[in-house]
């Protein structure tokens, strides 16, 4: 083996500017992009698990809402329901091996050491899809990300664009600075109330994550964000791991 080979520092994923961007905002979205294996890798198997139902019985899957309300989402059930492009949410796909590549790699690992080796906490993720179907998605009202079913709360996720995420694709809003206030809302889900989030408009600065396929996003839980309809007629697929 050549000497360069056991010398050569590890790739690191985000920069220390990109870092303090982070600590600052509530977010940072990437220099780097998924490297294309591993982005076609996942896209691949979303198709199969859609619209074929290959390995879909481990996973929770939710069609989108019929007439883009939040509240008239499908039921988020086990199983698969049917050969479509109509799904909302997937969550569940921890043990997919095409996934598990990203969740492996640098882009997962290095802020997993940043947060949990740092502060001792035990190792919880949570891996889903994000989809707004071609045919118009469902509204997402604006909340911070929070779990109940855990003694400790998710701190951050790593954000993926599996297709381009243009403005009217409905792409994600978040309010820059917002993680700021703290936690706003103890409902499991952390969705702010209109009132809050019309305060909280008039403070911070709004920003349309407007991405395109393989650009990555990390999220502070606390930064407030939602997100709207799709009117572009493509599918805006994304990732989200949570952490
Ligand atoms: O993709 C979206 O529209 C929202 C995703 C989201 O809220 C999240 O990943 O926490």
Redesign the pocket.
């Given at each position: 083996m050549k000497k360069t080979e056991l010398t050569a520092p590890l790739q690191s994923a985000v920069s220390e500017g990109e870092w303090d961007h982070f600590d600052e905002h509530g977010f940072v979205v990437l220099n780097k992009r998924v490297p294309s294996e591993i982005l076609d890798g996942m896209c691949q198997r979303l198709d199969e698990i859609m619209f074929h139902g290959v390995s879909a019985n481990g996973l929770m899957m939710q069609r989108e809402s019929p007439d883009g309300s939040y509240q008239n989402a499908g039921e988020q059930t086990a199983g698969w329901k049917g050969a479509t492009g109509d799904y909302r949410k997937i969550t569940g796909l921890e043990r997919e091996p095409k996934f598990r590549k990203f969740f492996d790699s640098v882009f997962v690992t290095e802020p997993h050491c940043r947060i949990y080796e740092r502060e001792g906490y035990p190792v919880r993720f949570r891996a889903m899809i994000?989809n707004?179907s071609a045919s118009g998605g469902t509204e997402?009202p604006f909340?911070q990300?929070r779990w109940d079913f855990e003694d400790c709360e998710p701190r951050m996720?790593v954000?993926v664009a599996l297709d381009p995420a243009p403005i009217d694709s409905?792409c994600?809003e978040v309010l820059a600075g917002s993680h700021s206030v703290g936690l706003l809302s103890e409902n499991h889900r952390g969705v702010i109330s209109l009132e809050q989030l019309e305060e909280l408009r008039s403070r911070f600065e709004s920003v349309f994550l407007e991405l395109e396929a393989g650009q990555m996003v990390y999220?502070n839980c606390l930064t407030v964000?939602g997100?709207g309809l799709n009117r572009s007629g493509k599918s805006r697929r994304?990732l989200?791991y949570?952490m």
């Open positions: 994000m707004k997402l909340h990300d996720s954000y409905g994600v999220l964000h997100s994304a989200s949570l």
